[in-house]
């Protein structure tokens, strides 16, 4: 599965967000996120920036838990 968000704002030009997702078996995957960002001469900022504060990655952890509890009642909630 694939996922491209496209955003905008402030300094922010643009910032392309890919998510990859890949079966690696019945209970495991594999996740890759990249990110593209145009904020002209603070790019170099705003990338350190992005890299400091991942908090995305911890909210994909919790999420793909909470996904794979309702597609398998057996699992732990």
């Known amino acids: 599965m694939k996922l491209l968000t496209e955003e905008r704002g402030g300094v922010i030009r ?3 967000h890919y998510i990859t ?3 690696l078996g019945d209970d495991r ?3 890759e996120d990249r990110i593209e960002i145009d904020a ?3 790019t170099a900022v705003v990338a ?3 890299r400091v504060f991942r908090y995305r990655q911890r909210r994909w952890a919790q999420l793909s838990v909470l ?3 309702s597609a ?3 699992l732990p909630r």
């Open 14 to 16: 643009t910032r392309r």
């Open 21 to 23: 997702v890949e079966p």
């Open 29 to 31: 995957c594999r996740c």
């Open 40 to 42: 002209g001469i603070l």
């Open 48 to 50: 350190a920036f992005t």
């Open 67 to 69: 996904l794979a509890a």
């Open 72 to 74: 398998d009642p057996a």
